[in-house]
């Protein structure tokens, strides 16, 4: 006699890695006490200072959040794609993944390795994707590289290993000048460096050096 089996059942011994990830992601903004006509009111005259209580004076608000985001995309190097009217935006995502390179695959790929603690797989797809930026000359997929063996080689407790991964990282984004990315990387060395045995401190007194300043 055959008992009825579930599809968890089945998947729950044959899935050997599951991978979620953000497909996109929407802000939407909700302030329950300006659903109200007299607490709109009250916010336009006591909150903006404006006399009449128009809500075109909400505009300069919305206006200054898109400048703002524009700003931050600006000066840290995110790319921002302006969709047009009637455009479907999956058709113009694939598109963009498509000139994705092996470097950034592997990258990611080796990243989700990581989180599901499946570290010497993670570590195979790393460095494969670290000789294809070196190969290629890309400094910053090497950078993003190393800096994603050292989180590996931290959860390992190789610290020593991880440190040089920091310091490598640390280099390549101030070559790169990503102010935001040196100081992100070197919390990463710091951190590290702090975790080291007296012996590797001194062995790796010079890379530290350089990297801490």
């Known amino acids: 006699m055959t008992l009825p089996r579930t599809v968890a059942d089945v998947l729950s011994r044959h899935v050997v890695f599951e991978l979620e990830s953000i497909d996109r992601l929407f802000l939407n903004v909700y ?6 006509p ?12 404006q006399p009449i209580a128009s809500t075109a004076a909400l505009a300069p608000m919305s206006e200054a959040f898109v ?11 995110v ?20 000139r994705f390179d092996q470097n950034l695959i592997q990258r990611h790929v080796g990243q989700a390795y990581a989180m599901a603690a499946r570290y010497e797989e993670a570590l195979v797809q790393l460095c494969s994707a ?6 290629t000359e890309d ?20 610290h020593d290993l991880a440190l040089e991964h920091a310091s490598c990282a640390l280099s390549l984004y101030r070559r790169l000048g990503n102010p ?16 080291q045995p007296a012996s590797t401190s001194s062995r790796v007194g010079g890379t530290a050096t350089f990297a801490a300043r």
């Open 79 to 98: 790319p921002v794609v302006h969709f047009t009217k009637g455009q479907r935006k999956d058709d113009l995502m694939h598109e963009y993944l498509a």
């Open 67 to 77: 400048s703002a985001i524009g700003t931050f995309a600006r000066e840290h190097h």
């Open 31 to 36: 302030q329950p006490l300006l659903q109200h």
């Open 139 to 158: 400094v910053c997929g090497q950078a993003h590289t190393h800096r994603a063996i050292w989180r590996v080689r931290a959860q390992q407790d190789r």
């Open 180 to 195: 935001v990315w040196q100081d992100i990387c070197g919390w990463s060395f710091r951190s590290t460096w702090a975790l």
């Open 38 to 49: 007299r607490a709109l009111v009250g916010f336009i005259h006591d909150r903006l200072g």
């Open 130 to 135: 670290l000789s294809i930026a070196e190969r």
